[in-house]
């Protein structure tokens, strides 16, 4: 079995914003629409102050609340772990929103752009499958895809990676597969201590934090 | 980027709509067919409770994004809340339009039994939503329940006086008792969401609102009822302002969960970074109660 997973560092990510930039590039999401997007966390006080950075987007959960909600079977979970939504199925409920605890759905209904026209990456990526639809980070769904016809490595290849790990200038976020021992992420899990975001609600997500060596 | 819960903007007055049109109608569906021959009037009671189901449909549709693909809302019982809402809405239709026709008769009976199926899987459906804390806290369930049931009997003693003149006694001691339990299933819902935790704004708006309901929306109609049951029959013209104060501060209740304290999860970090020469801390969980 595959379970892909994201790993975040947070030691070393410094709020850039880059993979903001690199998934709306990729994905064309709509001004508003931040499929990934790193937190600015201030704490504690003066003057003992942190300053955290913290990426955040679908947790692909193995649990997915989502999934167990949505009345028409359009969000789905893949034997790889990845929680997808089927655009041609999906109604616009909300139901799949208002059932993420990581606030990672987005309906619009209204086509919009950045700078009102359309740019060329815009143009060449809109969708309108995904008016009035529920969507969300994909983990790069065609990329990891394109994997099997390739015989390249989800996480290790950039071709099959995805675009905001790719992206990363601190070599933040990396993704793999968790079920496999000798894969990057588990062994970046291994070495390390991690956590994961709201993990109390049980939906096991598959996005992990990594706060310190071990 | 925000951090502490913000309002979730997915569900709102229409998605209320649903719960509000639902919870009254099932309710009144409910204590029509219970009421028997003692309600002279199924008819009137049973139209007006379809009437109620079908426009908290309507708010639904109107709410997706999608309405030509409506149907598609039935292909997930397995798991789904609100398909299974759904998937009962036909037969509930189907067999109150058919006692509606016959004036009552066996046919109220399962239009009943399909109305409680459709109140508790709109207070499932609620509770299913794990992204906003003040519905997903369990204790939901009983409220959602028990105010649909309160909203039935409310408008059933309304409908009842305003139809046919009176009141039977038992349907205001049954709106009586769904008022205590609905005053319980409040106090404990209000009461796990301080002890559990949760957005700090949701417990505001919780904590503004359950005053004036438990003033105006529990003890008034509690005690219009105790004073028509209890202190002379010239006082029977008090149950329809009871049946009305019962159904609207439900109403209310419903408007209020669903479209104003639906705060969701935010993000928390159970440990902040080690960064540099830093030490572990304990982490932050921005805008909650704890």
């Known amino acids: 079995m595959t379970r892909y997973i ?11 914003q880059t993979c903001t930039a690199a998934c709306r590039q990729t994905n064309a999401t709509p001004p508003g629409v931040q499929w990934r997007s790193v937190l600015d966390i201030e704490s504690g006080e003066f003057p003992d102050v942190r300053r955290s950075f913290v990426p955040v987007g679908c947790q692909h959960c193995g649990d997915p609340p989502c999934m167990h909600v949505c009345p028409t079977t359009a969000t789905y979970q893949r034997d790889d772990g990845l929680v997808e939504v089927d655009y041609e199925k999906c109604i616009g409920c909300g139901y799949c929103a208002v059932a993420c605890p990581y606030q990672a759905r987005h309906i619009t209904h209204r086509v919009e752009f950045a700078y009102g026209e359309p740019m060329a990456s815009e143009s060449a990526r809109f969708d309108a499958r995904r008016m009035s639809v529920a969507t969300k980070c994909t983990f790069c769904m065609d990329r990891v895809d394109a994997a099997k016809e390739s015989g390249l490595t989800p996480g290790v290849d950039p071709e099959v990676t995805p675009a905001c790990v790719n992206s990363c200038i601190a070599g933040v976020l990396a993704f793999g597969d968790r079920e496999d021992p000798q ?12 956590f994961r975001m709201h993990e109390e609600l049980g939906t096991d997500p598959g996005f992990y934090y990594i706060w310190d060596k071990k | 980027m925000r951090l502490m819960p913000w309002h979730q903007s997915n569900w709102d007055a229409r998605a209320a709509g649903n719960f509000i049109g639902g919870g009254g109608g099932t309710g009144l569906l409910i204590f029509a ?14 139209v007006i409770a379809l009437i109620l189901v079908a426009t908290g449909l309507l708010c639904v549709l109107a709410e997706i994004g999608r309405p030509f693909r409506a149907l598609n809302v039935f292909l997930h019982p397995q798991t789904s809340w609100m398909t ?8 509930l239709f189907g067999c109150g339009a058919i006692a509606t026709w016959q004036g009552g008769g066996s046919f109220s009976a399962l239009a009943a ?12 459906m609620l509770a299913a939503a794990k992204g906003i804390p003040a519905w997903r806290e369990p204790k939901s369930i009983p409220l959602m329940i028990s105010t649909g049931l309160v909203e039935g009997a409310g408008l059933a003693v309304t409908l009842g006086a305003l139809l ?3 009141t039977p006694k038992w349907l205001a001691g049954a709106l009586l008792c769904a008022l205590i339990v609905r005053r319980l299933a409040w106090k404990f819902y209000s009461e796990a969401l301080v002890s559990k935790g949760a957005p700090g704004k949701t417990l505001e708006v919780l904590a503004r609102f359950g005053g004036r309901f438990t003033t105006y929306g529990q003890s008034l109609p509690e005690l219009l009822v105790i004073a028509a049951l209890f202190l002379g029959s010239q006082l029977v013209w008090l ?8 159904t609207l501060s439900g109403w209310a209740l419903k408007f209020t969960i669903v479209a104003r304290a639906a705060y969701n999860q935010g993000y928390a970090l159970p440990v902040l970074p080690i960064r540099g ?14």
């Open chain 1, 6 to 16: 994201m790993t975040a560092d947070l030691r070393r990510c410094i709020g850039c």
């Open chain 1, 183 to 194: 894969s990057n992420v588990s062994q970046l899990l291994d070495e390390t201590q991690h």
């Open chain 2, 33 to 46: 067919a219970l009421a028997g021959d003692s309600l002279s009037d199924y008819r009137w009671q049973a």
């Open chain 2, 84 to 91: 299974r809402e759904a998937m009962v809405a036909p037969f």
């Open chain 2, 113 to 124: 039994l399909f109305a409680v199926i459709y109140l508790y899987c709109q207070a499932r």
């Open chain 2, 164 to 166: 046919s003149g009176a």
């Open chain 2, 239 to 246: 149950l329809p302002l009871a049946g009305a104060a019962a």
């Open chain 2, 277 to 290: 020469q830093g030490r572990a801390v304990p982490g932050v969980k921005p805008g909650w109660s704890k």
